[in-house]
């Protein structure tokens, strides 16, 4: 009876915040003419109601500009456009403002002459008047810019710029933090996804909010929680201390409903993603959808997607903010997707789930000190949009694959239970460790509750390793050591890397870079890579020593006194691609797929094999579908748009049916979401067309299409 009424008296505190919230708010005025934020609007549902691109002229598009980026290299950009101007960054993160109707350069920020090795996926736009203020990651580093000049604004921050360590404790100051995506505006606030470490070493995720005005730390929310905090008691007692546990951060960025004042927050996992034994329980909040009072960064209510992630779940994208019919009335609702394929619908309000959601028992772990949560949370609706590891029989062993049999050999001794814990035999992760959903986000018509999702399905190998004890790691040298710790996951104990899986060799590395390159990234991080910020000058000096086979060979603890790395038990031999001789997926495809879900019944629409292989097309094999990155733009009159593929298509689909209207060739491939515009009464689409992911050729251009 007590827990009955504690549960009524907590829904009624939800109702009741809401609804103050929203009494006290002006509602906007509902524009999709306008891309003015990342991803179309604060409901990141990448729509539009412009029209004049239309099914019956789609075939008509035409390349009305075109920028060259100074660099070039992978652009996950979405751009945004206010007054004719387009705001965008390119792949060393200089920001950039273009006319939006010629791509004439009107300025450029940042520094010339350093090639950051992040990627962005663009920036935020606030006003006040005649005060019009870009906003900008750098690094660590959060600047605002004059909009109009491309100045940086001094009064903000720390002459023009905050330190995003802001806030943290001091334990995190020196640790690897920044940010890829915008930041989200609500009234003369910026609330910031950070991207950190995936190791132990990870600072803690916080979530919080800057005065966009002043840079001044505005609120912020545990998602370690402190003691006295609710969901402190599912971590360890010192958690939240970070001396060894760190991360659940939002990366991949937040939607908001200013109507009613809440911000939608996905966060990730905990550091470290494949071994638990040091942060053993639940873990509120990694792995959650939050709401939180957008001013205040109180706690609304919360749904955590995965229990104690050992797989890295992160939810990897904004959620959609949509209204669905249900049991015949109309709600307002928000959807997530994740990686794992599933989608997670709510009630916007009370987060009640709009479609009943099962714990669904899971494995233990055979790891030493692992203590794997025994469920898992799957919704029955609606169905996901990926395979699942479970599902997968020798049957789904690839057919194109000239080495099948050594295929079948392998899969046989892989663990492949949905939620199988990381094993020393390996454990086929499916959707992979990119989803299922990615960081493009899906699109979304926020009136007919029709949600739009690319989605991968590559199948990945976790395999786990004892990491040396540390006896062993004080008999090496520095710089040995510290690769042996933090580098071997990816690049392997003989330093040949993995490349089809994109990790690139290290082998003989002194005759393509030279040491300054090197230690830079080690410092900040290179795409998938984190930056080292803990180390010492004098250890990453050790580290590329040891790289270019320069190190001293004298050993002993007193050797490597400064390195301070948490120490695990277990470590993983890397991010592993499970494919053929070919480098293609060993499963059998559909490799990619284009998704159309009514979130109304739960029901697809339609579904579709997205992108190809040439090599493949060439033999007259059926399109199979490819690993895709960046989202699709929906329109109101009926079209998709989207590129996100290798081979460097950029695709117009019936919104519909899942027909293909029309497509063309890109300059590199866009692994990025277009975004679309009106400008002089002309409608243009947009895409940063960096390529390099996967193998692809660089890119430098921003292309703009428009009807002539």
């Given at each position: 009876?007590?827990?009955?009424?504690?549960?009524?008296?907590?829904?009624?505190?939800?109702?009741?915040?809401?609804?103050?919230?929203?009494?006290?708010?002006?509602?906007?005025?509902?524009?999709?003419?306008?891309?003015?934020?990342?991803?179309?609007?604060?409901?990141?549902?990448?729509?539009?109601?412009?029209?004049?691109?239309?099914?019956?002229?789609?075939?008509?598009?035409?390349?009305?500009?075109?920028?060259?980026?100074?660099?070039?290299?992978?652009?996950?950009?979405?751009?945004?456009?206010?007054?004719?101007?387009?705001?965008?960054?390119?792949?060393?993160?200089?920001?950039?403002?273009?006319?939006?109707?010629?791509?004439?350069?009107?300025?450029?920020?940042?520094?010339?002459?350093?090639?950051?090795?992040?990627?962005?996926?663009?920036?935020?736009?606030?006003?006040?008047?005649?005060?019009?203020?870009?906003?900008?990651?750098?690094?660590?580093?959060?600047?605002?810019?004059?909009?109009?000049?491309?100045?940086?604004?001094?009064?903000?921050?720390?002459?023009?710029?905050?330190?995003?360590?802001?806030?943290?404790?001091?334990?995190?100051?020196?640790?690897?933090?920044?940010?890829?995506?915008?930041?989200?505006?609500?009234?003369?606030?910026?609330?910031?996804?950070?991207?950190?470490?995936?190791?132990?070493?990870?600072?803690?995720?916080?979530?919080?909010?800057?005065?966009?005005?002043?840079?001044?730390?505005?609120?912020?929310?545990?998602?370690?929680?402190?003691?006295n905090e609710p969901g402190y008691n599912t971590w360890p007692k010192e958690a939240y201390k970070n001396t060894e546990v760190g991360a659940a951060n939002n990366w991949a960025g937040m939607a908001v409903d200013r109507k009613r004042g809440i911000?939608?927050?996905?966060?990730?996992?905990?550091?470290?993603?494949f071994y638990g034994g040091k942060r053993v329980g639940k873990n509120l909040y990694a792995n959650c959808l939050l709401a939180l009072n957008a001013r205040t960064g109180k706690l609304l209510w919360h749904f955590q997607t995965t229990h104690h992630d050992l797989w890295d779940r992160d939810l990897p994208a904004p959620p959609n903010l949509i209204t669905v019919k249900h049991n015949?009335?109309?709600?307002?609702?928000?959807?997530?997707?994740?990686?794992?394929?599933?989608?997670?619908?709510?009630?916007?309000?009370?987060?009640?789930?709009?479609?009943?959601?099962?714990?669904?028992?899971?494995?233990?772990?055979?790891l030493a000190g692992e203590v794997a949560w025994p469920t898992q949370p799957v919704p029955t609706k609606p169905a996901p949009y990926a395979?699942?590891?479970?599902?997968?029989?020798?049957?789904?062993?690839?057919?194109?694959?000239?080495?099948?049999?050594?295929?079948?050999?392998?899969?046989?001794?892989?663990?492949?239970?949905?939620?199988?814990?990381?094993?020393?035999?390996?454990?086929?992760?499916?959707?992979?460790?990119?989803?299922?959903?990615?960081?493009?986000?899906?699109?979304?018509?926020?009136?007919?509750?029709?949600l739009y999702v690319n989605s991968n399905e590559m199948a990945w190998i976790l395999t786990m390793k004892e990491t040396p004890k540390q006896d062993v790691l004080a008999g090496l040298s520095t710089g040995e050591r510290i690769y042996a710790t933090s580098c071997?996951?990816?690049?392997?104990?003989?330093?040949?890397?993995?490349?089809?899986?994109?990790?690139?060799?290290?082998?003989?590395?002194?005759?393509?870079?030279?040491?300054?390159?090197?230690?830079?990234?080690?410092?900040?991080?290179?795409?998938?890579?984190?930056?080292?910020?803990?180390?010492?000058?004098?250890?990453?000096?050790?580290v590329v020593a040891f790289l270019f086979g320069e190190e001293k060979k004298e050993v002993g603890a007193s050797n490597n006194a400064g390195f301070k790395n948490p120490y695990l038990p277990y470590v993983s031999t890397g991010y592993n691609k499970f494919l053929d001789s070919k480098g293609l997926p060993a499963i059998s495809p559909p490799w990619g797929t284009l998704n159309a879900i009514d979130l109304n019944t739960g029901e697809y629409l339609w579904k579709i094999p997205f992108g190809e292989y040439e090599s493949l097309t060439k033999k007259g094999i059926p399109t199979t579908g490819s690993e895709n990155y960046g989202g699709p733009v929906v329109t109101a009159n009926g079209l998709l748009f989207i590129a996100?593929?290798?081979?460097?298509?950029?695709?117009?689909?019936?919104?519909?049916?899942?027909?293909?209207?029309?497509?063309?060739?890109?300059p590199a491939a866009a692994f990025a979401t277009p975004a679309t515009y009106q400008v002089n009464g002309k409608q243009y689409i947009v895409l940063a067309c960096g390529g390099t992911k996967l193998g692809a050729k660089k890119g430098n251009q921003y292309v703009a299409f428009a009807l002539p």
């Open positions: 009876m007590k827990k009955s009424l504690s549960i009524a008296l907590l829904s009624l505190g939800i109702f009741l915040v809401a609804a103050a919230i929203q009494k006290n708010y002006t509602p906007d005025n509902e524009n999709y003419t306008e891309w003015n934020e990342y991803l179309g609007g604060p409901d990141r549902n990448h729509y539009t109601t412009l029209d004049q691109i239309k099914p019956e002229n789609v075939q008509n598009l035409k390349v009305a500009w075109s920028y060259a980026t100074p660099d070039s290299g992978q652009m996950q950009v979405n751009p945004i456009i206010v007054d004719g101007v387009l705001y965008g960054v390119t792949s060393s993160v200089q920001a950039f403002a273009l006319d939006a109707a010629t791509g004439k350069e009107i300025w450029r920020f940042g520094d010339k002459l350093k090639n950051f090795a992040s990627t962005s996926r663009g920036v935020a736009y606030w006003s006040n008047g005649d005060d019009k203020r870009i906003l900008h990651t750098i690094g660590e580093y959060l600047y605002a810019i004059d909009a109009t000049t491309g100045k940086s604004i001094p009064s903000f921050g720390d002459n023009g710029r905050v330190d995003l360590h802001t806030g943290l404790p001091e334990i995190a100051r020196k640790k690897f933090i920044i940010s890829n995506t915008p930041g989200t505006v609500f009234e003369d606030l910026i609330v910031m996804p950070v991207r950190l470490s995936e190791g132990a070493d990870a600072a803690p995720g916080d979530i919080r909010a800057f005065n966009v005005k002043t840079g001044k730390l505005a609120w912020t929310f545990h998602t370690i929680p402190y003691p911000i939608y927050v996905p966060t990730g996992s905990a550091g470290y993603d015949g009335k109309m709600v307002d609702a928000v959807a997530q997707t994740s990686k794992q394929g599933y989608v997670y619908l709510f009630d916007r309000v009370t987060g009640k789930p709009l479609f009943p959601i099962q714990e669904i028992p899971a494995p233990k772990s055979d395979r699942q590891a479970h599902t997968l029989t020798e049957n789904d062993i690839s057919p194109y694959a000239e080495d099948r049999e050594e295929l079948l050999k392998k899969f046989r001794t892989y663990k492949r239970n949905r939620f199988a814990a990381p094993s020393k035999e390996g454990t086929v992760i499916l959707p992979g460790f990119d989803g299922g959903a990615e960081w493009g986000g899906a699109a979304a018509d926020p009136k007919e509750g029709i071997v996951a990816c690049h392997g104990a003989d330093r040949k890397g993995n490349s089809k899986s994109g990790y690139p060799t290290l082998i003989d590395i002194e005759k393509r870079r030279d040491k300054a390159f090197v230690t830079q990234i080690i410092s900040s991080g290179k795409g998938m890579m984190p930056g080292f910020t803990t180390l010492s000058a004098s250890e990453k000096q050790a996100a593929t290798k081979d460097e298509k950029f695709r117009v689909f019936n919104k519909r049916t899942g027909a293909l209207l029309w497509e063309t060739k890109l």
